[in-house]
């Protein structure tokens, strides 16, 4: 059974950083695409960033391009997010996802993803 787990989220002040994991168990995930979504109450799942496993290829929501940095440590097999100069809008449930096998897009929908965890809290306070 394959698994996500995300840890390192908590409480920080505006302008601060954050980094969050998200290991994987079960099976290696070097084909397959995976990403972070963020959730934020009364408001729908959103994209955050996404990166292809085998090769490195990222991509970014506009509203976080340019702070938030999405890695992988092959070896490991944990995803990571670096979260620099937070902004109380970034307060939401932060999720990873992992899409099918063999699917080699960088989705940005919450529906092309089946596999997630349960989800770590970051809350930035002004």
């Known amino acids: 059974q394959v698994q996500l787990v995300e840890s390192g989220g908590g409480l920080v002040q505006a302008g601060g950083s954050l980094r969050l994991s998200c290991a994987a168990s079960g099976r290696t995930f070097s084909r397959r695409v995976m990403g972070w979504f963020r959730q934020a109450p009364g408001k729908e799942r959103e994209f955050v960033a996404a990166i292809a496993w085998s090769i490195g290829r990222t991509a970014y929501a506009d509203s976080v391009e340019g702070r938030f940095t999405v890695s992988r440590d092959n070896a490991k097999n944990m995803m990571f997010l670096q979260m620099n100069s937070l902004k109380p809008e970034d307060t939401a449930v932060y999720f990873c996802?992992?899409?099918?096998?063999?699917?080699?897009?960088?989705?940005?929908?919450?529906?092309?993803?089946?596999?997630w965890g349960q989800g770590t809290q970051v809350t930035v306070s002004s």
């Open positions: 996802a992992a899409r099918p096998e063999g699917v080699i897009g960088l989705g940005s929908t919450s529906g092309m993803y089946n596999i």
